[in-house]
């Protein structure tokens, strides 16, 4: 048998939509960080037929065994048994796909002999889910054309930084985000807007990274975050992915700011509020966060590794 860890990774600039060609190919460019706290553990081992577990519970998944049989047209693997297990909320906008699928290629890479690079290992995460592809990083990294393969940007230790997750609902969210994603590229008014502005976001946020400008930085992951929630807004029917809660939490952040606190907040498709700060910081964050109404739990982390082998 063979284990994997990877880590889900939180787009400071966001991708929110697909581009009309196949493999599962973004419509812009996006730019994370990944976090060492969270993380998806998966083991592959030979099997008589194909088996999945999720979360300790048999799954037919259908994402996952399409991606197999992609993956099966290009390789020879086996029957394998599948067993991969979340140490947080599964499908409740904490990017749980990214770190499944970067965990689950990296796993059977090593245990089938295949022979991939890491940057190839992430065009395959990809494919089974777009931010995937950048989990397979630590620190900064970075998704965007023309090969579609995720980055490395920064190490993490070479601007460390801290992330206050407030989960507000451990639930699943109604709507996924692939289809979310079509709903928007369909209908929302917005779409091709969101589309151009990121590309343009994106480069300035580049720059702000290789400048360790937090201030740049905190405006840039901001604009995306709000950009990408109004294109989500303006869909029909509409995607309203916060609860009241988020909301709290937003304005919390934002009256930190003010007062002098580097900290600002980025959000999925989902309504965990992530409030990214300096580590001299964190303290103040995660007190203040921590009194919001609604607030379910607090975790605190910082940036982590990439996807890797840990037993073989």
């Known amino acids: 048998m063979t284990t994997a860890i990877a880590h889900p990774n939180i787009a400071l600039i966001k991708y929110w939509g697909k581009a009309p060609e196949t493999g599962n190919v973004p419509a812009s460019p996006s730019l994370s960080i990944t976090l060492d706290g969270l993380s998806t553990t998966t083991t592959v081992m030979s099997a008589q037929a194909d088996q999945l577990r999720i979360n300790g519970e048999l799954s037919d998944d259908v994402k996952v065994l399409r991606w197999l049989a992609s993956l099966r047209e290009h390789f020879s693997i086996p029957p394998i048994h599948i067993d991969t297990a979340n140490n947080f909320p599964t499908g409740a906008g904490l990017a749980s796909s990214a770190s499944g699928f970067a965990a689950l290629i990296v796993a059977i890479n090593a245990h089938c002999q295949l022979g991939l ?29 023309p090969n579609w393969q995720a980055s490395p940007l920064l190490d993490a230790k070479d ?67 709000l950009n990408m929630h109004a294109v989500m807004l303006s869909s029909q029917p509409t995607l309203l992915y916060w609860n009241g809660t988020s909301i709290a939490l937003m304005q919390r952040i934002s009256a930190l700011r003010d007062s002098g606190v580097p900290v600002f907040f980025t959000i999925d498709a989902g309504p965990q509020i992530k409030a990214v ?20 739990q607090l975790v605190r982390t910082g940036l982590g590794a990439g996807a890797r082998v840990v037993d073989a």
């Open 117 to 145: 690079a890491t940057e190839s290992c992430s065009g395959w995460a990809r494919q089974g889910s777009g931010s995937a592809a950048r989990s397979l990083f630590g620190g900064f990294a970075t998704l965007k054309p």
């Open 159 to 225: 601007w460390p930084l801290s992330i206050i997750i407030a989960i507000t609902d451990t639930g699943r969210k109604a709507v996924s985000s692939s289809a979310g994603m079509e709903r928007s590229r369909n209908t929302s008014p917005f779409y091709p807007a969101w589309i151009e502005q990121t590309k343009t976001m994106f480069h300035a946020a580049l720059d702000a990274v290789q400048a360790h400008d937090f201030s740049a930085l905190a405006t840039l992951a901001e604009r995306s975050t």
């Open 277 to 296: 700060c300096l580590p001299e910081a964190a303290d103040i964050v995660a007190k203040s966060l921590g009194e919001v109404a609604g607030v379910r």
